[in-house]
């Protein structure tokens, strides 16, 4: 990447605001210490013909931590590179945020799970319009008259139902943290409901389709799938997080602590079993990591271009966005191809053109990552392809 000048600005307002609003309600178990004042850094290279301008991004950062983010990361490439970081790592020390942080990165974890999908099709070990029976033998009850095909689950089309959980809100779920579900627990429950739609008939985001698709992944290669994305995606692309952690709780070398709101106080979320999210949404990352993902797999160094452009088209089903894993959208008359990600504490974001002439990575610590998570890409991401 470009060498890169930094410029540092000091954000005084962020103790009054932290103050007025997050240490209100105290983190669950003890008071909090009220942290020092946030530092906003930002580096970016010289300016150039269609590089956009970070201004609003640094805006966005300034003032976290407020009374959601308590830090945020982004990086943008493609014409002209820039990356800020902003807020504390820890609401009771005060300690700046990490630029290199590692974080839970949600639901963009199927984009991997995708990319080793095609792998297997590129080296005819898997067919696209295969019902996915021929790989999981024995995992469809009679009620599927008609099973998916391996491309219905990557596209979200495939009619399973949601599978077994531990619970639907950040609270139910904090109860049971430290349990763990089995992927096979989760598909089990989801298909002894019978199918919910006739496959290919509707498209509906969910993470049955990818944990499918995750046993797909171990049963057709007979190797773990966390291991089978490190050989295939990490290893390749120089990425120094080691992706999936299936079924530890514990975000192992730098990060930030998570807070979500638990019964009316800022709880700290950061250790916590991932487990039913499997191939879904265990993935742990960097924002350095996400953007040589994002390069690599737009660039055709980790799928072949021709199954790409497939991974790259939306079904022909009425209402339909996603292709397999990622999501189309149209900002400011430009195609972007993106992925949100969310966990209690965590809300991550990769996107990119095309043509890699704009790519956006962030990851937010934000009580409200699990819910509507338009204002934090609003705020954080679409800045960069509006310019």
């Known amino acids: 990447m470009t060498s890169r000048t930094t410029a540092r600005a000091r954000v005084t307002a962020a103790s009054a605001l932290l103050a007025s609003s997050l240490l209100l309600v105290p983190l669950a178990g003890t008071a909090a210490a009220q942290p020092a004042p946030a530092t906003v850094t930002?580096?970016?290279?010289?300016?150039?013909t269609g590089a956009f301008d970070?201004?609003?991004?640094?805006?966005?950062?300034?003032?976290?931590?407020?009374?959601?983010?308590?830090?945020?990361?982004?990086?943008?490439?493609?014409?002209?590179?820039?990356?800020?970081?902003?807020?504390?790592?820890?609401?009771?020390?005060?300690?700046?945020?990490?630029?290199?942080?590692?974080?839970?990165?949600?639901?963009?974890?199927?984009?991997?799970?995708?990319?080793?999908?095609?792998?297997?099709?590129?080296?005819?070990?898997?067919?696209?319009?295969?019902?996915?029976?021929?790989?999981?033998?024995?995992?469809?009850?009679p009620s599927f008259t008609k099973p998916p095909t391996v491309r219905h689950l990557l596209t979200y089309t495939?009619?399973?139902?949601?599978?077994?959980?531990?619970?639907?809100?950040?609270?139910?779920?904090?109860?049971?943290?430290?349990?763990?579900?089995?992927?096979?627990?989760?598909?089990?429950?989801s298909v002894a409901q019978g199918p919910a739609y006739g496959p290919g008939e509707r498209q509906e985001y969910g993470n049955i389709h990818y944990?499918?698709?995750?046993?797909?992944?171990?049963?057709?290669?007979?190797?773990?799938?966390?291991?089978?994305?490190?050989?295939?995606?990490?290893?390749?692309?120089?990425?120094?997080?080691?992706?999936?952690?299936?079924?530890?709780?514990?975000?192992?070398?730098?990060?930030?602590?998570?807070?979500?709101d638990i019964g009316g106080r800022t709880t700290d979320v950061t250790e916590w079993n991932m487990s039913d999210r499997f191939a879904a949404g265990d993935m742990i990352s960097t924002t350095a990591d996400l953007?040589?993902?994002?390069?690599?797999?737009?660039?055709?160094?980790?799928?072949p271009r021709p199954l790409l452009d497939q991974m790259l088209t939306v079904p022909r089903v009425d209402g339909a966005t996603y292709g397999m894993a990622l999501?189309?959208?149209?900002?400011?008359?430009?195609?972007?191809w993106g992925k949100t990600g969310s966990r209690p504490g965590y809300h991550t974001v990769l996107a990119?053109?095309?043509?890699?002439?704009r790519t956006v990575v962030y990851s937010v610590n934000?009580?409200?990552?699990?819910?509507d998570g338009f204002p934090l890409v609003r705020r954080f991401a679409l800045p960069a392809f509006e310019s």
Request: aromatic share 6%; proline share 7%.
């Open 158 to 189: 495939s009619g399973l139902r949601p599978g077994a959980s531990l619970g639907s809100t950040t609270e139910e779920m904090y109860a049971h943290r430290f349990e763990t579900l089995t992927p096979e627990q989760v598909v089990a429950a």
């Open 42 to 48: 930002a580096a970016h290279t010289a300016p150039r």
């Open 211 to 260: 944990t499918v698709l995750g046993l797909l992944i171990e049963k057709v290669t007979g190797d773990r799938y966390a291991h089978q994305a490190a050989v295939r995606v990490f290893r390749p692309l120089a990425c120094g997080t080691p992706g999936s952690l299936r079924a530890r709780p514990r975000i192992h070398g730098p990060h930030h602590r998570a807070y979500a």
């Open 54 to 141: 970070p201004a609003a991004l640094e805006k966005a950062l300034t003032g976290i931590p407020d009374g959601d983010v308590s830090a945020a990361l982004i990086r943008v490439g493609g014409k002209g590179n820039w990356a800020g970081s902003a807020g504390v790592r820890d609401l009771r020390t005060g300690a700046p945020a990490l630029p290199h942080a590692r974080f839970r990165a949600g639901s963009t974890t199927k984009v991997v799970t995708a990319a080793v999908v095609l792998q297997l099709v590129a080296e005819k070990r898997v067919d696209l319009d295969a019902p996915v029976t021929r790989y999981l033998p024995g995992l469809l009850p």
């Open 291 to 303: 953007e040589r993902l994002v390069f690599g797999l737009f660039g055709g160094k980790v799928v």
């Open 327 to 336: 999501e189309r959208y149209v900002i400011g008359g430009r195609e972007i």
């Open 352 to 357: 990119a053109t095309r043509d890699l002439s």
């Open 366 to 371: 934000a009580k409200s990552a699990r819910e």
